[in-house]
């Protein structure tokens, strides 16, 4: 089946959207659709068998059809998520539901009933209806709906019967979820609906302090998918929302907890869901913490903002923090793997930080570990952290110069048990003893390969006075150190070193001799078993040997136990050369070393492979690669005779136990940097946006790829040149290209992109962008504080800290103020009153050859609360009206002057609405004003929402509609008797500049 293009697929943002290699499969009607179960989609591993437990939470990632047309974008919506509520609905679409629910419900009430598209259109309006519900008081939920659908009292019931039917059957004609668990229908419906909606704020928030505290005290700020940690936190929160507990008495470490009825239905009655649920918040509010932005394309991430900005955290704290603490952590005892690690302090051995089971320990464990150095014993306690529900403990370094002398000619024999509350989980037994230790030269750190040599420089550690000798090196020198013996040495082309005259790493060939596998080992992947270290082959392969002239009789191939004379190999002889194949697929699989013996030297090798054959092996990840601040992933290994399934974090290498030992895989890590570095740009800030005149002309943007992957840039959507190292690395002459090009654009922002292609699919990341001219990133948010203008977010501005900045303020009265960019006290005594102004900011530059005064940011902003001067400068047009289920068109009428009066429980429905004031009129046949009587204005306006308001006259009664020969408010109470006349409910309307 072919793939799904990388475009479709990978959003980070959107929660139902598998982020893997998906199959497609075409529907008959065209549209192109993956069935995944919730679990699938969040995981998105390539290939994975759809579970068959859950199905009302599977999502298909639909295509189809143009979704400006809501009939194809309303099924769609249905089918790629879980819960309706998920997928943020836009302002338009949402006025445009509630347009159509209103005509539905109008036609049912007139005994038209609605089909089953407009029941679609009533389901997902009433979930989006409910995502604004924030009261507790669930009989006063449907009179909360019905008034912001903009009806009158509903007396037969219409409004409930139509909507909850609707609810119930497109639920259940899309396999979305549906709670059956209470004997009232009333809650059923009220249940249903809240866990669709996330709702209340209050509820999902309370969920995010909960998820909060978990992410702060037991994960210490990591967070990676198939945590055993988040699988056990979520069953200690089922046990505490057990379905004999009413909703008001459940606590959590003694407190409250304040999850509402939605949530707690999910965690009741899909629990693979919400362990899913609980994994996507968990990431997603580490990017949060880590000091990266995420978009309000999904509902829950528009929420996480919300409860990011209300609670006062700010980006990056908590990777502040933890900055010491942000170390692999390995997520089952089985994957354990001690390793040597070497830096500027020396060599260590390192214990590897371990999440220690998901089983509840009320009491901290103690975690010891006893490393055994030839005849010593040394224990080590290791820190713990966490609580009953997960409990980790810290990474342990330990130096090799703490442990022994290492005595003239000893080996590196070391041993390592670690005991939890005294069980042993792991021991390494001979895993740790080495002759030599092999290090590749890295940034900040060398970790042992461990006995693996290329194309590079190396330094290889040995005990003192041991018999090191490297005779295909290119350089080597002795590093000083006061533990063994440590080597710098270059390779290029050949290499091997040698201990004692013989080889001591996995790969080694005689430069007369070149001997080449049919098969090459699979990528990214070796197989470690003791000190040795195997390169991964599938079976089915074939070697052969090229040698200088007639070696028939000089030379023996060794494959396991059996040896192989040249002479009795298939062979093809020239002037120059020989060459002999041996077919190796009969070999079975496991462990096997590959060489040739040099009969004429006594039998010495001259070729030597270690090799590991597989049968069928497949190893992927649930993403084709990793931004290098990625929280990490899923590994997935497949043959003819084995599936495992591998969660890991943030680290380089995954060790994967197999066998007597362990299959290293590497982890494909995109990652980049400034060279020179800006402050503020890296990594973790894609999103942000950075100077021209803070990028030096020399300034380079490197890329370190996975080797099977191309990486390009693109500034301002052209290709920027560069050049490319080897092995994955690329360097793009990016402050060339702004010392160039950065006067000549006519924009202010030039984005600036990573193009990753990998054979036919491309990806592309946006990393940040360069701003060409002084601008605002986001728009300026001002603050009257005891008479002080205050910028609040001077961050946003990008340009120079001393730029000189112009405010202009036009409103009640124009003002205007000077301050530098990154003041945030643009006046001390303002003469501005709060109120709703038009905000325009200049910069000012001195100089012949400056562009003088150019403005920079133009908007409407608020001094003030903005409930109180929402509608300053504004007016607000009636053209429709509701009475009961009925709607007319009227002659349109005005509000003008309109005032805040404060906030008011109107309809008994639990909801604060705000209240306003206004003068109305309305236009006669020349456009000229007509005001009301004294006996109507003002008029008090109660916004309902976008769309609907109602209105009563000063007296606090309804206004009239009467006929005459159209529909239209009287300005009079009096004579009403004579007229059919109709007392209108709720009014549509609009707010349009006063002038």
Not at 791 to 813: C, M, T, W
Request: with cysteine.
């Amino acid at each position: 089946m072919p793939a799904v293009a990388a475009a479709e697929l990978y959003i980070s943002d959107v929660l139902p959207v598998a982020a893997g290699k998906l199959g497609i499969v075409p529907s008959p009607a065209g549209a192109r659709v993956v069935t995944r179960s919730f679990r699938g989609a969040f995981e998105a591993i390539s290939g994975e068998a759809i579970p068959q437990d859950e199905e009302d939470m599977r999502v298909n990632y639909v295509q189809y059809g143009n979704e400006n047309d809501f009939k194809v974008f309303l099924p769609n919506l249905l089918s790629r998520n879980p819960l309706i509520g998920m997928e943020r609905i836009q302002p338009a679409i949402y006025n445009d539901l509630l347009h159509m629910s209103q005509k539905i419900i109008i036609n049912s009430y007139n005994k038209f009933p609605p089909n089953g598209y407009e029941n679609m259109v009533l389901a997902v309006t009433l979930i989006n209806l409910a995502k604004r519900w924030e009261s507790n008081e669930e009989r006063a939920f449907w009179n909360f709906i019905r008034i912001q659908l903009g009806f009158g009292e509903d007396k037969e019931g219409i409004l409930f019967e139509t909507m909850s039917n609707a609810m119930y059957k497109t639920m259940k004609s899309h396999n979305r979820f549906f709670s059956y668990d209470f004997k009232s229908r009333k809650r059923e419906y009220y249940a249903t609906i809240m866990a669709h909606a996330l709702s209340t704020k209050e509820s999902i928030f309370a969920f995010f302090d909960i998820m909060f505290e978990f992410y702060r005290h037991n994960l210490q700020g990591r967070i990676a998918k198939n945590d055993p940690a988040v699988a056990r936190f979520t069953e200690a929160i089922r046990e505490c929302y057990g379905n004999d507990r009413s909703l008001r008495e459940v606590t959590l470490k003694g407190r409250p907890s304040g999850l509402g009825i939605g949530l707690v239905i999910l965690l009741r009655k899909r629990p693979i869901f919400f362990k899913s649920f609980i994994e996507y918040i968990l990431m997603k509010m580490h990017w949060l913490f880590v000091g990266s932005r995420l978009e309000n394309k999904t509902y829950p991430g528009a929420l996480l903002n919300d409860w990011f900005a209300k609670r006062g955290h700010r980006p990056g704290e908590v990777s502040r923090h933890f900055r010491e603490r942000r170390l692999p952590v390995v997520m089952r005892h089985e994957a354990v793997c001690p390793r040597y690690f070497a830096d500027q302090s020396g060599i260590s051995l390192v214990i590897p930080a371990i999440r220690l089971g998901e089983e509840s320990t009320p009491s901290r464990p103690v975690v010891r570990a006893e490393i055994y150095c030839g005849e010593s014993l040394r224990r080590e306690e290791i820190m713990v952290y966490g609580d009953e529900y997960s409990w980790t403990s810290e990474e342990r370094r330990v130096s090799l110069a703490s442990l022994s002398r290492f005595e003239s000619g000893d080996d590196l024999k070391i041993r390592v048990k670690i005991l939890v509350s005294g069980k042993m989980i792991y021991d390494s037994r001979t895993s740790l003893c080495r002759e030599a230790l092999i290090f590749a030269h890295g940034r900040s750190g060398m970790e042992s390969a461990p006995q693996s040599v290329g194309d590079g420089s190396y330094i290889v550690f040995t005990t003192r006075d041991r018999d090191l000798s490297f005779p295909l090196a290119k350089e080597e020198r002795d590093v000083p150190g006061s533990v063994g013996r440590a080597v710098s040495v270059l390779f290029e082309g050949r290499y091997g070193v040698m201990s004692g005259g013989r080889a001591i790493c996995s790969d080694f060939s005689d430069p007369g001799i070149d001997v080449a596998l049919s098969a090459a080992p699979h990528s990214g992947a070796v197989y470690v078993r003791g000190e040795n270290e195997y390169g991964i082959y599938d079976v089915g392969m074939s070697v052969s040997a090229h040698i200088p002239g007639e070696a028939s009789d000089r030379y023996v191939f060794v494959a396991g136990d059996k040896r192989y004379p040249f002479e009795k190999l298939d062979s093809r002889k020239t002037a120059k050369e020989s060459e002999y194949r041996l077919d190796l697929s009969g070999i079975p699989s496991g462990v096997v070393v590959i060489s040739i013996e040099d009969l004429e030297a006594g039998g010495a090798e001259v070729f030597r492979r270690e090799c590991c054959v597989m049968e069928g092996l497949n190893i992927s990840f649930d993403r084709p690669y990793y931004l290098g601040s990625s929280p990490g992933g899923i590994v997935r290994l497949e043959s003819d005779s084995m599936k495992i399934e591998f969660p890991f974090g943030d680290e380089k290498y995954v060790w994967i136990p197999f066998g007597a030992g362990h299959i290293r895989v590497r982890v494909p890590i995109v990652e980049w940097r400034l060279d020179p570095p800006i402050e503020g740009i890296g990594m973790m800030d894609a999103g942000k946006a950075v100077r021209r005149k803070s990028i030096a002309a020399n300034t380079m943007l490197r890329v370190l790829c996975p080797r099977e992957i191309i990486g390009s840039i693109k500034a301002g959507g052209k290709p920027l040149p560069g050049e490319s190292s080897g092995d994955g690395e690329f360097a793009f002459f990016l402050g060339a290209h702004v010392s160039l090009s950065g006067y000549s654009k006519d924009e202010d922002l030039e984005p600036v992109e990573l193009i990753l292609e990998n054979g036919d699919e491309n990806f592309s990341h946006a990393l940040f962008s360069i701003c060409l001219r002084e601008a605002f990133w986001d728009a300026p948010k001002f603050e009257l504080k005891d008479g002080a203008l205050i910028l609040r977010n001077p961050q946003s501005f990008i340009g120079a800290d001393n730029a000189k900045l112009e405010y202009v303020f036009k409103g009640k009265a124009g003002k205007s103020f000077e301050a530098s960019a990154r003041e945030t006290l643009i006046a001390k005594d303002c003469e501005l009153s709060c109120g709703g102004y038009h905000c325009s900011v200049f910069h000012i530059s001195d100089g012949i050859f400056s562009e003088g005064k150019k403005m920079i940011y133009s908007g409407a902003c608020i001094l003030g609360d903005e409930d109180v001067y929402r509608f300053d400068n504004k007016i607000i047009e009636v053209r429709k009206v509701r009475a009961g289920f009925k709607e007319f068109f009227i002659l349109p009428i005005y509000l003008e002057d309109v005032t805040f009066s404060g906030f008011r429980e109107e309809y008994g429905d639990g909801i604060s609405y705000p209240i306003y004031s206004g003068t109305c009129y309305f236009l006669d046949r020349d456009d000229k004003k007509v005001y009301f009587s004294d006996a109507i204005n003002p008029v008090r306006a109660v916004i309902i929402n976008r769309r609907n308001i109602s209105l009563h006259s000063k007296r606090g009664e309804k206004l009239r509609l009467i006929y005459d020969s159209r529909y239209k408010i009287t300005d009079t109470l009096d004579g009403l008797a004579k007229v059919s006349h109709y007392s209108p409910d709720f009014y549509e309307y609009e707010v349009v500049d006063s002038n």
